[in-house]
């Protein structure tokens, strides 16, 4: 068992750990207006045009390693505008390929924020495993706000991250965004020791309970 669990550290550390690419896809009113791709696991945007409505002022994306840091799928400074009048709809699908994974049911959490929203704007965000959806956001409405979400997905020993934000518009103005998927914190070996304790002080209570409840009839 020990060798086991030795090899499979050893796997983990000689694997590849930062996406083999990264791929944006941009959609204004249900019309492909723009990509990029980067061949690594970073990918930066500054000032370039979505459509004739939008402009992307700022998009850091990374993709982080697997186990030396928790991150997998990370989109930093999401910053676009609006400069025309009209209501908009900006869907940005982001796409993080070759992942290494740890090939098992795996705890994802998926943080999301809004900041400097204009009044009459929504946002939404969205992130995926495998192209399996894993956590949705609120629409988010107020100027700004912020949620998480913790589940469960398989991540083999290849997978893909996906984040994707669902902008719509209210006339000229411009939003802040960001969307963090990683791997939800493992408790420590002494916070499942209490839990463990807990579960058998629980079984015991209702064993006792359930031996003294025929001398009470």
Not at 64 to 80: H, M, Q, R, S, W
Not at 186 to 213: C, D, I, Q
Request: charged share 5%; aromatic share 8%.
């Amino acid at each position: 068992m020990k060798a086991f669990l030795l090899a499979s550290v050893l796997a983990f550390a000689v694997g590849p750990a930062l996406a083999d690419s990264i791929q944006l896809t941009a959609t204004c009113d249900a019309v492909a207006c723009g990509s990029a791709f980067s061949p690594v696991g970073t990918l930066n945007i500054n000032n370039q045009a979505f459509g004739s409505v939008f402009n992307l002022n700022t998009l850091s994306i990374n993709s982080e390693t697997f186990l030396v840091a928790p991150g997998v799928l990370t989109t930093n400074t999401l910053d676009v505008d609006q400069s025309v009048a009209g209501n908009h709809t900006l869907v940005l699908d982001i796409i993080a390929n070759g992942l290494s994974g740890p090939n098992a049911l795996t705890a994802f959490l998926s943080t999301f924020s809004v900041s400097g929203q204009p009044a009459g704007w929504t946002i939404q965000a969205q992130t995926l495993i495998n192209g399996n959806p894993l956590a949705s956001s609120l629409v988010f409405t107020g100027v700004s706000d912020s949620g998480s979400s913790t589940n469960l997905a398989f991540a083999g020993s290849l997978f893909s991250a996906e984040a994707i934000y669902t902008i719509t518009s209210s006339g000229v103005g411009s939003v802040n965004a960001g969307i963090d998927i990683s791997v939800a914190a493992v408790p420590e070996p002494a916070t499942w020791g209490m839990m463990l304790l807990g579960f058998l002080g629980l079984g015991a209570a209702f064993r006792m309970k359930r031996k003294v409840a025929p001398l009470a009839a």
